[in-house]
């Protein structure tokens, strides 16, 4: 900063305001970091519940969660927990999944997926022989490329290019043949298709295609495995309610059903860090504070956007040079989520079940590259009260159903102009069933893809040997890409996301998490650096925390 050493000690001394823009779980947790660090911080959501895409809602005695089910990386949490001083353990109660999930294949085979090794083996063996030893050495690799990426790609901060793109960085990234795709790799080690399937599917999870991830995600079977999958009594929101105290224990305002509008700039004076490749514009200026949509001004030193980052680029700040930057990256693909509220148990299932459908690559090439849906889609259950009875009412089920389709612009559903208010905004809370008023768009007609795609779910569960499941069916919430765009803001309504992890947009080349022009202005959350994931936005969390610290100094 040009300021003289006096002015320098006043403005350290002086306490700074951070606006936070979203209570998402990247939101909360980098609030509690800074306020603990002792900034006055004031957090604005548009929504009136915590947790964003980690938040559940009830009906009628049955719960759902929203978007995340799988609580991986368990020692992420723990370190956060840690970090203001509380056993992760013991602050939630834990279940851990076993199997991880069932995947059901279209030959009529299933595979417990699951740590439990002896059961590995019996059942891999059975689908292909000599499978075993071959698993052993894919999850050795594996390791590797979590330990690696761990270490140098996810858990740090970049301040130059060469820290991600030096020749040891390249050799290691070779090793782990991060060059090649996910696919292939799995495909060296495992000649059934259910088993290459089986090691690589996860790369849905985080909305990429496998077949052109890059192998390096051969980490998500190995942590699923290794660090095993975990459930919290209660639904994943109560992570967020966790982090949600944790952030008010520590003296963070939260404001709902504040939405904000406009990052105010205002051009002050230039700063002398050289910027990094992310938003390069020359000039200068500073982010002066938030505007609501109800047009109040909330002044502060530092904004910190949690909301998804091409959206904040999109609609909240004035147009620049960075914004075609990033129309041009990769997004990840979206999906149509069934809620349903169910009068009786169904049979057979698991907590955790992916159904795979009949030609793996076309499935996934319908999702990726097509025009959005497949006929007769690939999908995941989640029926929670397997493990945790509070999830619906004694002798009642509660299951989600996600089915992966692709983003608003893959579907044609974008016209390159207007991102979002393409419908007129409407309410699309937890606990407020939708109805074909405020789901039907003037773009597509939502309900024949939502009938399509639920008469291929319905038929495949009855070949699988679990009928009339539409019968048992009390009530049913549907979301869809429009509205994961419009209840959080995605762009493009790209669910996992909204920016996919390609190896171009991975690491230092991934958006930072400090705007290149406006230096108070900072990101979080799923579409900066690490990447999407609850545990991959706490750490994002923490290492924007850490610069924001580490620029202004602990108070
Ligand atoms: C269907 C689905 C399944 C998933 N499954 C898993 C899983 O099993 N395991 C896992 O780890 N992850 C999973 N994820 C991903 C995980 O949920 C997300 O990566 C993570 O929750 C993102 O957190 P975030 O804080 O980055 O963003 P968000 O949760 O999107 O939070 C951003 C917040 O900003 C708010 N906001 C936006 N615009 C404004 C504005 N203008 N003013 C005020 N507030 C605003 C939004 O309402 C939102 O609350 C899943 C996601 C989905 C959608």
Request: aromatic residues 12%.
């Amino acid at each position: 900063m040009h300021c003289n050493p006096f002015q320098k000690i006043l403005s350290f001394a002086i306490v700074k305001t951070v606006a936070i823009i979203g209570a998402g779980v990247a939101g909360l947790a980098s609030a509690a970091y800074l306020a603990r660090a002792g900034f006055k911080v004031k957090v604005f959501e548009k929504n009136n519940f915590p947790g964003g895409r980690c938040a559940a809602f009830v009906k009628d005695g049955h719960r759902f969660d929203i978007g995340a089910t799988l609580l991986m990386m368990p020692q992420v949490y723990e370190r956060m927990f840690a970090d203001f001083g509380k056993n992760f353990y013991e602050s939630l109660d834990l279940l851990r999944m076993n199997p991880v999930y069932r995947l059901w294949y279209p030959d009529g085979l299933a595979l417990d997926f699951s740590s439990d090794l002896m059961r590995m083996q019996e059942q891999m063996e059975r689908i292909e022989p000599g499978s075993y030893g071959r698993f052993l050495q894919y999850m050795g690799q594996s390791f590797e490329a979590y330990k690696v990426s761990m270490k140098h790609i996810i858990d740090r901060n970049y301040s130059n290019i060469f820290q991600f793109i030096n020749p040891i960085n390249l050799i290691r990234l070779y090793r782990l043949n991060a060059f090649g795709n996910h696919y292939r790799l799995a495909s060296k080690y495992f000649r059934h298709e259910n088993l290459r399937t089986a090691f690589t599917f996860q790369n849905i999870y985080v909305g990429q295609n496998p077949f052109h991830a890059p192998a390096i995600f051969s980490m998500l079977p190995f942590m699923e495995l290794t660090d095993g999958v975990f459930f919290p009594v209660g639904g994943m929101n109560k992570i967020s309610e966790a982090l949600e105290g944790i952030a008010m224990e520590n003296g963070v305002e939260i404001r709902y059903r504040t939405e904000v509008a406009r990052i105010v700039i205002a051009n002050h004076r230039p700063h002398p860090v050289p910027p990094p490749i992310w938003g390069r514009e020359p000039g200068k200026g500073l982010a002066t504070g938030v505007e609501m949509t109800d047009g109040s001004f909330l002044p502060a030193d530092i904004v910190l956007a949690n909301a998804d980052l091409p959206y904040i680029y999109q609609e909240l700040l004035p147009p620049g040079p960075a914004l075609k930057r990033i129309n041009r990256l990769g997004y990840t693909c979206s999906a149509l989520v069934f809620h349903w509220g169910m009068d009786a148990v169904l049979p057979g299932l698991e907590q955790h079940n992916v159904f795979v459908s009949n030609d793996y690559r076309e499935n996934i090439s319908a999702v990726f590259d097509g025009n959005g849906i497949a006929p007769e889609p690939s999908f995941y259950v989640h029926s929670p009260a397997r493990a945790d009875r509070t999830a619906a009412p004694e002798g009642q089920d509660s299951v989600s159903v996600i089915v992966p389709v692709g983003h608003l612009k893959m579907a044609g559903l974008y016209d390159g102009k207007t991102l979002r208010r393409q419908t007129e905004y409407r309410n699309h809370e937890p606990g407020i069933a939708n109805s074909p008023a405020n789901c039907q768009l003037p773009t597509v007609n939502w309900n024949n893809v939502i009938e399509q795609a639920r008469a291929s779910v319905l038929a495949r569960l009855a070949k699988e040997g679990i009928p009339d499941v539409e019968k048992h069916i009390k009530f049913e919430k549907v979301y869809n890409p429009e509205i994961w765009q419009n209840l959080f803001n995605l762009s493009r309504g790209a669910t996992f996301g909204s920016l996919n992890h390609n190896l171009m947009q991975m690491g230092y080349f991934r958006p930072h998490n400090q705007h290149g022009k406006y230096r108070n202005l900072f990101f979080t959350g799923g579409s900066t650096h690490p990447g999407n994931g609850v545990p991959l936005t706490l750490i994002s969390a923490r290492l924007a925390a850490e610069k924001i610290i580490q620029q202004y100094g602990e108070r």
